[in-house]
């Protein structure tokens, strides 16, 4: 391709306090129109705002995450533009004096790490939503407004522009989200709004040092439009390129129906939110010595965790990153690991079977019904010659139905593999017997015979004889 | 003598040695209202009902010996942009006509807490912005002291009410001398706390970095025990000042021995009113015969403060009002769409200044003018809160003209330039954000002149030392306005 692609993405995440950024009101989500309001979020004359505490320490907690460094000083300012959803007509955030800058993190692309420069994190509180009448904005008559969500607190982390592909926008969102998640500070449900993400993107020719006209991308309201809203706007800004064309400066949107993008407002009629210092707070001044409280209390992040379990259980690169893309799987890996010394064999589990009963079921692992003692039994049970790879699916099965350790399912069922000598050698010796013939065509070089063989054995015992036991003795019986 | 032409300190006196009722009191205050407020126009709601509950309340509890706050009994009157649960807070506007609060500003609970009794709710200017009570949307409120000549602004309901004799107490809101100049121009004692003192919760805001809510009394007896009322760390207002509040009535009875008092040269110059030169000449005199020591002093920037202050007023204003767009209270245009909506309930529901300040404001907000207009005022601001920082290091109070001139003929200033001019003395105090106090001097021609005190941040206990002894040499405070009667 001839073009360089330059990617930077501005996401906003809903922190998960109990109460909104300037007011007590709860922060849950849902509840009954207008339920959730005080005068103070209701933007009411004469009210003003108080800072919640716990708002400053988990932004402060995102930019440790993210590797920033954290402002002694920092202030709000008043962002002022009309929208109805707005009751103050102005969103109080932090302009000049972000309370994080300067971090990165870095994303795994092709075997490779990349490091994305993170320009700032910054608090600021969110709007309230509109219901409009009708099917579309354009067919509404009127609109209600639901001020629930006024006033719960936002962070908006910026990235520089260090992305070169919609891929790598999406694993970097990708990595947002885990932090975030990891560190417990938000709840991450882009299907919700807790993240949301606008995305800045431009073309270059290849080898010019100078970024070319941006678009500005809205409505991207998952990963999955994120990656193809930015594939689609490359796609648009090259062919205007190539036709010697030029990209205008504007804000676009993200048509999930008709997978384009459509102009919203051009750089002319881009808001103007004549920022100035919020005058009913007053600046916030952070100790260094809350900043390594703060700091002690981080978890250990994904990119960590993923080396840990590389170099201490030797799973594949490609295997750490699945178990710990949330924190809730890794959490689980390091809980079965308590139990089994056998990491691929637990890592195959919760990769394949585990996961797609999870997807399938709709659940994440945390509602997960079954223990990590048990899966970590369940895997002992295979490795001891227990369990076939067959029956342990079955196994697997009872124990999501009924909660059931796999020992408990094994004995009630007697489901337990046969691997005695004796007992094996009697069915072994039985069958033959009854198949003069397949010996012979064993001999005669068939070695379908074989397998005829083992399958009559499994119909004798129902499958649980060990497989690989009476394997090696048909062949040394009938040499 | 009527009981309406008492001080609270003197009506709390009474009400001990039960020689009154606090319903009396009340009966009193509201038969006064009866006879002179078609004259004056101080109220634009009045809470006859609650007051007359609140002074029962007061009485009960006196029936039952118990003791009561000095303010408990006495009739008093709140601007109307200090939000009152149930009772409308209109700020003299359209846009607010029908809005009733579901809650109280925290000075409110404060005195509602001492069982103050609340008469109702005083006219002003528009949000506050004015200098003579002529921007109301409703009512034009006259000065007590000659019905042709304005009671100042914007406080001038609640300015007027008291020199009318129509309430004891009082609360004003300042921002760029909205409680001083009216009391200057009624004869009355009105006190603009250090930023912070009072918290600012339930005061509808007009520039929320210099608005404070301040008494406006009859003496400075009064000034003190409405300050002990309503001062105080609040939780809900960031900007309150946190620690002890002093018992500001500990300032009362002594003498100003041995205090330097400063007299800066730039409030003393070319657009002062000779004869209030003079009048301020002889209280100076007056100090310094009780024994303060007056030097001569300097705050270089005070010129340009009044050009900060514009900008940085209606900077904030222009925020501050945005949320009256017809969404979700107050006044609502007709309209096909939501930008047609917004237009119209702003067209209608503002007056001209509020309309002229918030175009003020927004440009100076504006991308490419930030620099050049709202930053270079918070620059200044910042050199003239210096000036007094410097000032106070030589100095105990500052000694100057509240206005200068009295109050002026209704229709008397028509260009807005001049009409800003009013505030030159009292501007810079907010920007610096210390305390200052406008108490009666004198006369000029039958009307009022008032003497501002300038205290360092915080020491508003030293401006009441100073105030009380000089009132304690002279008679001004017991002069009534000639109306009704008196």
Same mark, same amino acid.
């Given at each position: 391709m001839k073009y360089e692609t330059v990617i930077g993405l501005e996401v906003h995440s809903e922190l998960k *306090?109990?109460?909104?950024i300037f007011c007590g009101c709860t922060t849950a989500?849902?509840?009954?129109?207008? *339920?959730?309001?005080c005068p103070v979020c209701l933007g009411l004359p004469g009210v003003l705002p108080v800072i919640n505490k716990r708002v400053v320490e988990f932004a402060i907690k995102a930019g440790l995450a993210m590797n920033c460094e954290i402002l002694p000083f920092s202030k709000f300012d008043r962002k002022n533009y009309y929208y109805p959803d707005l009751p103050k007509n102005f969103q109080t955030s932090q302009y000049d004096?972000?309370?994080?800058?300067n971090g990165h993190i870095d994303i795994e692309i092709n075997g490779e790490t990349k490091r994305i420069g993170i320009t700032r994190i910054h608090m600021e509180e969110d709007a309230g939503k509109l219901v409009h009448s009708g099917d579309t904005i354009t067919s509404s008559s009127s609109a209600l407004v639901d001020?629930?969500? *006024?006033?719960v607190p936002l962070i908006e982390i910026v990235s520089e522009p260090?992305?070169?592909s919609p891929e790598e926008a999406k694993l970097y969102l990708e990595k947002v989200k885990a932090i975030l998640e990891y560190i417990d500070v938000?709840?991450?449900k882009m299907q919700e709004g807790s993240l949301r993400c606008d995305a800045n993107i431009s073309l270059r020719p290849v080898g010019q040092a100078e970024f070319g006209t941006k678009s500005e991308l809205k409505n991207l309201n998952s990963f999955r439009s994120v990656q193809r809203g930015l594939e689609y706007e490359e796609l648009r800004q090259a062919e205007i390129l190539d036709e010697g064309g030029r990209v205008i400066q504007e804000t676009r949107t993200w048509d999930e129906q008709q997978n384009v993008t459509k102009s919203l407002r051009s750089k002319e009629e881009?808001?103007?939110?004549?920022?100035?210092?919020?005058?009913?707070l007053v600046p916030i001044i952070v100790a260094p010595e809350w900043i390594e409280e703060i700091r002690a209390t981080l978890p250990e992040l994904p990119d960590a965790r993923k080396h840990r379990l590389m170099d201490v259980?030797?799973?594949?690169a490609y295997d750490a990153d699945m178990i710990t893309m949330t924190r809730a799987m890794a959490d689980y890996f390091d809980a079965v690991m308590e139990h089994t010394a056998d990491a691929k064999t637990a890592t195959n589990w919760l990769m394949g079977d585990v996961s797609a009963y999870l997807n399938n079921a709709g659940i994440t692992i945390t509602e997960f019904a079954v223990k990590p003692a048990d899966l970590a039994q369940l895997v002992a049970l295979i490795n001891k010659g227990v369990l076939s790879s067959k029956l342990a699916k079955a196994v697997f099965e009872e124990m999501v139905a009924s909660g059931k350790t796999p020992e408990a399912i094994v004995k009630e069922k007697g489901l337990?593999?046969?691997?005695d000598q004796g007992a094996l050698e009697a069915i072994v010796d039985e069958t033959l017997a009854e198949n003069p013939k397949s010996i012979e065509d064993f001999r005669a070089g068939k070695d379908r015979a074989l397998g005829f063989l083992v399958g009559q054995i499994m119909k004798k015992t129902k499958g649980k004889a060990n497989p690989a036991m009476i394997n090696d003795m048909l062949k040394e019986k009938m040499k | 003598m009527e009981l309406f032409k008492l001080t609270a300190h003197e009506l709390h006196d009474k009400l001990v040695a039960r020689e009154t009722s606090s319903t009396e009191i009340t009966r009193a205050i509201f038969d006064r209202i009866e006879k002179v407020e078609g004259q004056?126009?101080?109220? &634009?709601? &009045?809470t006859k009902d609650l007051a007359f509950e609140q002074a029962a309340a007061v009485d009960a509890a006196l029936a039952k010996g118990e003791a009561i706050s000095p303010l408990a009994g006495i009739p008093g009157a709140l601007k109307d942009n200090l939000c009152t649960t149930?009772? /409308?807070?209109?700020?003299?506007?359209k846009m607010l006509e029908h809005f009733v609060p579901p809650y109280n500003a925290t000075v409110v609970e404060k005195l509602a807490a001492e069982k103050a009794v609340f008469i109702g709710k005083v006219n002003m200017d528009e949000f506050a912005m004015? !200098?003579?009570?002529?921007?109301? $949307?409703?009512q034009l409120t006259r000065n007590p002291?000659?019905? !042709?000549?304005v009671p100042g602004g914007s406080s001038g309901g609640s300015a007027a009410s008291v020199a009318a004799c129509e309430a004891i107490w009082s609360l004003g809101s300042d921002t760029g001398g909205s409680i001083r100049q009216p009391a200057s121009f009624t004869g009355t004692v009105g006190l603009k706390p250090t930023?912070? /003192?009072? !918290? /600012?919760?339930?005061?509808? $805001?007009?520039a929320s970095s210099l608005d404070q809510i301040g008494p406006i009394t009859r003496d400075v007896t009064d000034c003190a025990l409405v300050m002990n009322a309503i001062a105080g760390h609040d939780h809900?207002?960031?900007t309150s000042v946190p620690g002890e509040t002093p018992d500001?009535?500990? $300032?009362?009875?002594?003498n100003v021995k041995g205090l330097k008092i400063g007299l800066p040269t730039e409030y003393f110059?070319?657009? &002062?009113d000779p004869q209030i030169d003079t009048v301020l000449q002889k209280a100076i005199r007056q100090l310094q015969d009780m024994g303060a020591e007056v030097v001569e002093c300097s705050l270089p920037h005070t010129e340009y403060a009044l050009s900060a202050y514009y900008l940085i007023a209606t900077a904030e204003a222009s925020s501050n009002l945005a /949320?009256?767009?017809?969404?979700?209270?107050?006044h609502r245009g007709a309209g096909d769409n939501i930008v047609d909506m917004y237009k119209r309930t702003r067209t209608e529901g503002f007056g001209a200044e509020v309309k002229r300040r918030i175009m003020l404001g927004t440009y100076a907000l504006s991308s490419g003018y930030y620099d050049a207009y709202y930053l270079k005022a918070m620059k200044v601001r910042t050199l003239i809160k210096q000036d007094f920082d410097k000032a106070f290091e030589q100095v105990d109070v500052l000694l100057t003209p509240? $206005?200068?001139?009295v109050a002026f003929k209704?229709?008397?200033?028509?260009?807005p330039l001049s009409m800003y001019l009013q505030d030159v003395c009292t501007i810079p105090i907010n920007l610096a954000g210390v305390p200052a106090l406008s108490m009666p001097c004198g006369f000029v021609n039958g009307l009022p002149v008032g003497m501002q005190l300038i205290g360092k941040p915080l020491d508003e206990m030293t401006l009441l030392r100073v105030a009380h002894a000089f009132e304690q040499q002279n008679d001004y405070h017991k002069q009534f306005a000639p109306l009704g009667g008196i």
């Open positions: *306090t109990k109460s909104k989500f849902g509840g009954d129109p207008n *339920t959730h309001v004096l972000p309370i994080c800058v001020y629930n969500r *006024t006033g260090d992305m070169r938000s709840d991450c881009a808001h103007d939110y004549r920022y100035f210092p919020e005058p009913d259980y030797g799973l594949s337990e593999q046969i691997s | 004056v126009q101080s109220y &634009l709601t &009045l149930g009772i /409308r807070t209109s700020c003299a506007s004015g !200098s003579s009570c002529e921007n109301s $949307a409703y002291w000659d019905l !042709s000549v930023y912070g /003192r009072v !918290s /600012r919760y339930g005061l509808v $805001a007009f809900r207002d960031s500001f009535t500990k $300032a009362l009875g002594q110059g070319a657009g &002062l /949320r009256y767009d017809g969404v979700g209270f107050g509240t $206005a200068p001139t209704i229709g008397g200033i028509v260009d």
